[in-house]
Every structure is written in structure tokens, then in C-alpha cells.
């Protein structure tokens, strides 16, 4: 009697071991795919806000040059407008 017990209990921790260890398997897996999930939409966050940052920096320079430009016309019609220059008729 005690080897048919062992005969049917032997196989079937075996077999539960596999079970759990196919289980184990398959959760971090869906970790690991859950993990990779995050890493991506992190990376695409900070890149986002990177774009953002030198789009951001360009516009400043773009806006600057024009500011710029401005200042100097300003400043040419104020010399020309004080030395009698062609914009002071």
C-alpha cells in the first residue's frame, strides 16, 4: 500500500513543482515586460522634455536676434534722426 501512495504522490509533486515553477516564470516575465513598459514611457518623457527644453532654447535665440534687430533700428533712425541724416526730413 505504502508504494502505491509513494507511486502516485512522487509524480504529483512533481508535477506541481512544474506548475509552480511555470507560474513563477510567467510572473516575471509579466514583470519584466511591465518594468520595460515603464523604462520606455520614461524615456519618452525625457525626451519630450528635451525636445521641449532646445525647441524652447531656439525660440529664445530666434527672438533675441529679432529683438536685437529692432534695438538697432531704433538706435540708427535716433542718430540719423540727431545728426539731420535722410529720416530727420
Excluded: F, K, W
Amino acid at each position: 500500500m505504502d508504494e502505491r501512495i509513494l507511486t502516485a504522490i512522487v509524480p504529483a509533486i512533481g508535477l506541481a513543482s512544474g506548475l509552480i515553477a511555470t507560474y513563477v516564470s510567467l510572473q516575471n516575465r509579466a514583470l519584466l515586460a511591465e518594468v520595460r513598459r515603464e523604462l520606455a514611457e520614461v524615456e519618452n518623457r525625457i525626451i519630450l522634455r528635451l525636445n521641449g527644453i532646445y525647441i524652447r532654447r531656439s525660440e529664445c535665440e530666434l527672438h533675441n536676434a529679432l529683438i536685437e534687430e529692432r534695438i538697432e533700428a531704433i538706435a540708427r533712425r535716433q542718430r540719423e534722426a540727431a545728426g539731420g541724416g535722410p529720416a530727420a526730413r
